[in-house]
T-cell receptor
Framework: ETGVTQTPRHLVMGMTNKKSLKCEQHLGHNAMYWYKQSAKKPLELMFVYNFKEQTENNSVPSRFSPECPNSSHLFLHLHTLQPEDSALYLC??????????????FGDGTRLSIL | DAKTTQPPSMDCAEGRAANLPCNHSTISGNEYVYWYRQIHSQGPQYIIHGLKNNETNEMASLIITEDRKSSTLILPHATLRDTAVYYCIVRSSGNQFYFGTGTSLTVIP
């Protein structure tokens, strides 16, 4: 139990569907992150939120739309995805404060398969 | 952030110490070294981090060389459940934790 919960754990969707991934952290952290992990590739940072404000978007296609309504919840809205978007999507959180060296804590991810 | 170099794979006998090396020759003075591991189908699990002093917690020990250009993660008594991919990460104050491809550790019975 890492304190970061992601739902659903598995998701299969067609290319025309709309779905959302949810992340909730119970650690009192103020920064949250979305990562993508494709097979046999390193983790790729997608989005960063500090105090509910998006501070980083690593050139992610617009078919991925993040939402952070508060410091404890993070969503990733998906629409018209492509087969190459099939991957493990990981959420992480940490205390982001000045020169903080605190580590990120990860959820177990959502395994997404696009048909 | 400095990049890291790790061997792609290692084996370790169950009950023995597992010593996982990491080179970070371009590390700068304010960059911390972090270790994570990822067991198949789970998210990365934080293990330990340090700046220049050696660190120990309930999971592992982190040994950082005096020049800080390399470090070693030590699992003192490896078990089968320690089989995972281990990532060594160096970062400063930015948001990015660059995970690289890590070391795949196999603990052998």
């Amino acid at each position: 139990e890492t304190g970061v919960t992601q739902t659903p754990r598995h998701l299969v969707m067609g290319m025309t569907n709309k779905k959302s991934l949810k992340c909730e952290q119970h650690l009192g952290h103020n920064a949250m992150y979305w990562y993508k992990q494709s097979a046999k590739k390193p983790l790729e940072l997608m989005f960063v939120y500090n105090f509910k404000e998006q501070t980083e978007n690593n050139s992610v296609p617009s078919r991925f739309s993040p939402e952070c309504p508060n410091s404890s919840h993070l969503f990733l809205h998906l629409h018209t995805l492509q087969p190459e978007d099939s991957a493990l999507y990981l959420c992480a959180s940490r205390v982001e404060q000045g020169a903080s060296n605190q580590p990120q804590h990860f959820g177990d991810g959502t395994r997404l398969s696009i048909l | 952030d400095a990049k890291t170099t790790q061997p792609p794979s290692m084996d370790c006998a169950e009950g023995r110490a597992a010593n996982l090396p990491c080179n970070h020759s371009t590390i700068s003075g304010n960059e911390y070294v972090y270790w994570y591991r990822q067991i198949h189908s789970q998210g990365p699990q934080y293990i330990i981090h340090g700046l220049k002093n050696n660190e120990t917690n309930e999971m592992a020990s982190l040994i950082i060389t005096e020049d800080r250009k390399s470090s070693t993660l030590i699992l003192p008594h490896a078990t089968l459940r320690d089989t995972a991919v281990y990532y060594c990460i160096v970062r400063s104050s930015g948001n990015q934790f660059y995970f690289g491809t890590g070391t795949s550790l196999t603990v052998i019975p």
